[in-house]
């Protein structure tokens, strides 16, 4: 019985884990379309070495990319990730550094 409850929260830490990853890759699908997004996929592979499914385990990472790649306009495409989770979590994350803490807490 005791290795079914820890199966039960590993199984429900991974389906939190894709639920923010499906929220990330439909935020980048809306803004860039279905193609770039695998592009910036592959772009994240080879300069951050991180795939799509590190993501919520690397989310420093993530944003560090975003930042190197679209500048400041990168804060746009964190503010509709932001807005998403504000939504699903009902939760207030006023900037990267709050989105950071919460994927790491609450993802984790």
Known sequence: MHKGNNYSKK?????????LIKIIDN??????G???TETLYFHLKIRKNLDKDEIVDRIDDFIEFLIEIFNDLSQIILNRIINELELKYSVKITNNSELIKFVKEFFK
């Open 11 to 19: 199984d429900s830490k991974n389906e939190k884990k894709k639920e």
């Open 27 to 32: 935020v980048l699908k809306m803004l860039f």
């Open 34 to 36: 279905k193609d770039e």
